[in-house]
């Protein structure tokens, strides 16, 4: 038996958060009556409706996806947009993406229908490192940058500390790319912490997730996780 938010979140339709609320406004039904309750608990034999939709229970998929610039970090948009899930084509499962990239950024998202999972990678309590490669405006001394490793402050409150290098630079074009490494998941949050510090990101790029990368991918293509890559990343998330 699983409490009934739980079971919800899991299917993928929901985030536990926003599962608890269908619970509270009454957009649940379980054999067909509504439920309104938290705790309701319930088994595989259960039918369960959210939004008069059934709920059925998939074997749980992993996806890593190398999303490329120009292309929405969702499973659907109303202005007609490509999303990720345009990529994944011949999977029938219900994934949708853990976090999300900018429109314009390229580079790692992994996509599954496992809410548990999804959630414990995306919980700012979970500190598992994102590493980004920044093409940015300017030629910064690595001094320039020291603010990053205590934290900076964007939308009124200060980031985490963050490990950065320079990778390389050029004097004549005025530009550097630089490697930044955080755990968090603000909106925007690379590209304004490098503005704060005073180099704004004209490309951006996710090239590491925990452990995974992108060796041997191409944008817009994808690949299953493993079953030691997803314990791997739940190990990292504790």
Partial sequence: MERLQKVIAQSGVASRRKAEELIREGHVHVNGKRVTEMGVKVNANDTIEVQGVPLYQEDYVYFLLYKPRGVISAVSDDKGRKVVTDFLPGVSERIYPVGRLDYDTSGLLLLTNDGDFANKLTHPKHEVEKTYIA????VPFPQDLKPLAHGVKIDGRKTAPAKYRIISTDNVKQTAIVELIIHEGRNHQVKKMLEAVGYPVTKLKRELYGDLNLHGMKPGQYRSLSK??????????K
């Fill in 135 to 138: 093409k940015v405006k300017g």
């Fill in 228 to 237: 030691r890559e997803v314990k791997a990343l739940v190990e990292l998330s």
